[in-house]
């Protein structure tokens, strides 16, 4: 996904937009530009790379009305020219989403004359909106998104009008009133602590914003009034609070972020309990990190409510033609709740008749407008593009989830249970000590992470953060699975970090240990059973985790692993928060 940014009024819009962008900077950072108009000439500059580099060409600008745009690309390479905005003549569009038809609308643009820059799909707006101009660049706008097919979130400026035009359609777009001029955003964050109203538009909505007020209209450019509410996106959270990177300070927010989803949970349990009475099959979908959640979430719901539980990456399910009726619950992990395959995944499953449940970190998303009950994580912003702590909130949600499915005795006990989590938490962060093991795994030409039944969940999530923010390569594999293939890519430069919390499987697990070690592997344990830490402990690296209730496990084995990665990507001088090729969400299939 891409984050955009305008504004219109008295204020300096140059300072305003680059102040913007850095906030948005965590949902793409290939690219960055802006356009302005300054004494009613259209200015644009754009820069490959980060919103620091795009800073010194806006040096000397003097405007008052302003669009911006940082990039994750889709289509074309980053580079300077596929940068957003593109612009046609007196008009500059920037835009979040994909146009699907872009290639036939480029061809009869280009037959009727348009000479097109860029590689991107969003320069075919520009020249559309260069095309239907009549003198009213809202009505141009209205006659460009016509002939759009896919997802957009639009600003669009020009020449001769002191004005800034937006559209939206399946991307996500909001309005900020300011006290000194308005704004539009991709969303609350990149508004911090310029308004604090906002307004959420919804698909098919245009709107014209000028310095005195802003005008809605609906898919039926009919005018129209939209709820207007606070901005939630505090500034003073979006600080790094003396923290390096944002992951090491969302690491440590974990317990507060299980025990606030623990508290928000009592405010839905009802609605829960009503809306999923009767339900006899369930299926969870998410994507990346949140798709591990899912994958404890079934074995929660399966192991309290007895009730079948499956699941599926919401890009798989979407096109699986899944088998739904008015007897199926299912449940979308999102942090953003703006994913396009996981919000299509729910938008399929409403259509088939199921109710879809959204445990989400942003209740005012796309997945929550659409779900049946919306199950609050309570993570607070969450800025680094690898999920942490609305990881474990999410699988705090579940936990409590499943717990009410089972009855009111069951949840009573587990809501008991999960509170003792957060101490453990904070006591597990003081103590952990990953540096040694950082290193080794910085080191390895492949680190490997395996774990039993929730022990394997976990280790997938360990592979991934390592993955996307060390760029070391690897993979999370069912302990059982390894004598059936990955031992053969086990030798001396491979690590292996073994996940062992089940007492149940623990034998067997150590047998992956032995495996890995007889084939000169490096090993690494985590653990929280003293036994296992006793038989490793001085032969090889192991990480004691404190005990608790074998199913809230995940909730401490996760924080080691992140941590994990954490220092990994540390030690290799990453970009930490925004690893490469990567966004925070992605709102485009
Ligand atoms: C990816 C992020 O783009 O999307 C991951 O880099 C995240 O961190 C995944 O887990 C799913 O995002 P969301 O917002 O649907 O949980």
Redesign the pocket.
């Known amino acids: 996904m891409c984050g955009i940014i305008g504004y219109i009024g008295g204020g300096d819009a140059a300072e305003i937009i680059l102040g913007g962008l850095k906030r948005l900077e965590y949902r793409g950072y290939d690219s960055a530009g802006a356009a302005f108009l300054a004494d009613g000439k259209l200015q644009v500059m754009k820069k490959q790379g980060r919103v620091e580099k795009l800073s010194p060409l806006l040096k000397g600008v003097d405007a008052r009305v302003g669009i911006g745009h940082t990039r994750w690309a889709t289509h074309g390479v980053p580079s300077d020219i596929n940068a957003h905005p593109h612009r046609a003549g007196g008009f500059a569009v920037v835009h979040n989403g994909i146009i699907e038809n872009y290639a036939e609308l480029k061809a009869e643009l280009i037959l009727g004359g348009a000479k097109f820059l860029s590689d991107t799909d969003s320069e075919v707006v520009a020249h559309l909106l260069q095309k239907n101009y009549n003198g009213d660049l809202v009505f141009a706008l209205r006659e460009t998104v016509k002939v759009l097919k896919g997802s957009y979130a639009l600003m669009a400026i020009c020449e001769g009008e002191n004005r800034i035009a937006v559209a939206r359609h399946k991307s996500p777009l909001i309005i900020g009133y300011g006290a000194d001029g308005n704004f539009c955003a991709s969303d609350e964050p990149a508004l911090a602590g310029l308004c604090n109203t906002i307004t959420i538009l919804e698909d098919g909505d245009i709107a014209e914003i000028t310095s005195g007020g802003v005008k809605i209209f609906d898919k039926f450019f009919k005018p129209v009034s939209r709820l207007k509410e606070p901005n939630l996106a505090v500034s003073a959270s979006l600080g790094l609070d003396g923290c390096p990177h944002y992951m090491l300070k969302e690491l440590r927010e974990t317990p507060l972020s299980v025990e606030a989803t623990a508290r928000a949970f009592g405010g839905v349990k009802d609605s829960l309990r009503k809306e999923l009475d009767g339900i006899e099959r369930i299926i969870l979908t998410?994507?990346?990190?949140?798709y591990h959640a899912a994958l404890i979430g079934k074995r929660y719901i399966e192991c309290f409510a007895r009730i079948p539980a499956e699941c599926e990456t919401a890009g798989e399910f979407r096109y699986k033609n899944p088998v739904i009726n008015n007897k199926t619950a299912v449940i979308a992990v999102?942090?953003?709740g703006?994913?396009a395959d996981?919000v299509e995944a729910a938008r399929l499953a409403l259509s088939l008749g199921a109710k879809v449940i959204a445990v989400t970190n942003s209740h005012r998303s796309e997945l929550t407008r659409l779900a049946t009950v919306v199950v609050p994580v309570a993570a607070g912003p969450e800025i680094c593009?690898?999920?942490t702590k609305s990881y474990t909130g999410q699988i705090a949600a579940l936990y409590l989830t499943a717990a009410v499915l089972a009855g009111e005795s069951v949840y009573s006990e587990c809501a008991e249970k999960i509170e003792k989590i957060p101490a453990l938490l904070t006591r597990t962060l003081e103590d952990l000590d990953m540096r040694s093991l950082a290193h080794i795994c910085a080191s390895s030409s492949g680190v490997y992470f395996l774990g039993r039944d929730l022990d394997y969940a976990v280790a997938l999530e360990g592979s991934l953060k390592l993955k996307?923010i060390s760029y070391v390569p690897g993979e999370g594999y069912p302990s059982g699975e390894l004598k059936h293939g990955t031992l053969a890519l086990i030798d001396v430069n491979t690590t292996s970090v073994v996940i062992i919390t089940d007492e149940g499987l623990a034998g067997k697990s150590e047998n992956a240990v032995e495996q890995v070690l007889s084939r000169g592997g490096k090993v690494a344990v985590i653990t929280n059973i003293a036994e296992v830490e006793e038989r490793f402990s001085g032969k090889l690296p192991v990480t004691y985790l404190p005990k608790c209730d074998k199913l809230l496990s995940p909730l401490l084995s996760a924080v080691a692993v992140q941590m994990l990665a954490y220092k990994a990507a540390a030690v290799l001088g990453r970009e930490i928060d925004k690893p490469r090729n990567?966004?925070?969400?992605?709102t485009v299939e």
């Not at 998410?286 to 949140?290: F, I, L, M, P």
């Not at 990567?582 to 992605?586: F, G, M, R, T």
């Open positions: 998410g994507c990346g990190t949140a999102s942090q953003s703006e994913t996981t593009v690898a999920a996307e990567l966004a925070k969400s992605v």
